[in-house]
């Protein structure tokens, strides 16, 4: 489509097709700014990534309210929209030129499906699937091929589960989810009691909830516990790897990056942003809007708005000021020799 057509679609705030309207080039699909052919759209965040439009072969881009970026771009040429969120509105760009493979709705020959299965509307049902009994499925739901689904779970409408994935008992999905390859919704929370003799199986009768909105990345799981819930709030995102114990309560729309870990019975707000690798350790509360950069190891409660990083996780602040000092430890330590040597010469 053409540009003029593209910001009208988008709801641009800003254009350079006021000033000119001949630059109004055609565009075919979107790209990387770096790796951009002619008749693509990009987007550049900031000042930041500013030399990459003196270099870039697209003949649009996405950019900030920042007259410098705009002057630049249109020296080169290069037509431009503008908005104060340029990742965002690239984000929408993307959903207008691509759309992920959805099977057509049916029920593949070799799927194994209960009787007593209650199935909305344009469900999809792909080659060896299993659907034990007492689940309930909604419109428009899209199942990929080799997942299982355990008894009495109920998945909301419109949501997507990918291959390979499993259901366990009970769980409970929301609509709009999205469930990816590997994941494990539901599985057995690490539950044992210890015994002079070993160790002694507490059964875990307990279920699984994704709100509304929920996405999980390939391979992670979500544990049910032995008794109650593990709950994920609304529109939460989880990447890759990443591990719910048993009785976690996280909020709504919160985001964890790959290889997360949060112990049992942990309890994460609203809004909450764990990097890679964070770790929660059992019991430990995170109040809303908590940043953990990554690695971070949080063992204890966090009070709300708080950005934390290191291992033990402190205060961001804090942190900087302890990682400035690092590499002055040696010459700190040989100091501290010195002034220990001549203070037992000193005392002789």
Not at 90 to 100: D, G, N, S, V
Not at 152 to 159: F, K, N
Not at 248 to 259: F, H, K
Not at 265 to 272: D, I, K, M, T
Request: with cysteine; glycine share 10%.
């Amino acid at each position: 489509m053409k540009l003029s057509e593209l910001s009208q679609k988008l709801g641009a705030d800003q254009t350079s097709l006021a000033a000119y309207p001949d630059r109004d080039p055609e565009i075919t699909g979107v790209t990387a700014i770096e790796a951009a052919q002619p008749q693509t759209i990009s987007y550049v965040e900031g000042d930041k990534f500013a030399s990459l439009i003196d270099t870039t072969a697209a003949s649009a881009l996405i950019l900030p309210f920042k007259e410098d970026l705009q002057t630049r771009a249109t020296a080169r040429g290069i037509a431009w929209i503008a908005t104060r969120e340029p990742r965002l509105l690239f984000a929408r760009t993307i959903a207008l030129f691509y759309q992920p493979f959805r099977p057509s709705a049916g029920i593949h020959p070799s799927a194994v499906i209960d009787e007593s299965v209650k199935l909305g509307e344009d469900v999809s049902i792909s080659a060896n699937v299993v659907i034990y009994p007492n689940v309930t499925i909604g419109n428009g739901v899209a199942i990929f091929p080799n997942v299982v689904i355990y008894p009495d779970v109920t998945i909301g409408d419109r949501t997507l589960l990918h291959a390979n994935c499993v259901i366990q008992e009970r769980a409970q999905i929301g609509a709009d989810c999205v469930i990816n390859s590997g994941a494990v919704i539901g599985g057995e929370g690490f539950g044992f009691v210890p015994v002079p003799q070993g160790w002694v199986k507490m059964e875990q009768s307990g279920s699984v909830v994704l709100e509304d909105g929920v996405e999980v990345g390939c391979n992670s799981t979500i544990d049910r516990p032995a008794v109650g819930e593990t709950r994920i709030g609304k529109n939460t995102k989880l990447d890759n790897l990443v591990h719910v114990g048993h009785g976690s309560q996280v909020g709504e729309n919160c985001a964890m990056a790959a290889q997360v870990g949060l112990s049992g019975a942990v309890q994460l707000g609203n809004r909450v942003i764990l990097g890679g690798q964070v770790g929660v350790a059992n019991q430990a509360k995170v109040g809303d809007g908590v940043q953990a950069g990554a690695k971070a190891g949080i063992h204890s409660s966090v009070e709300p708005g708080t950005i934390v990083l290191g291992t033990p996780a402190i205060p961001y602040k804090l942190f900087l000021k302890v990682a400035a000092l690092w590499n002055r430890l040696p010459e700190m330590n040989q100091t501290l020799k010195q002034l220990q040597k001549q203070m037992n010469q000193d005392k002789g």
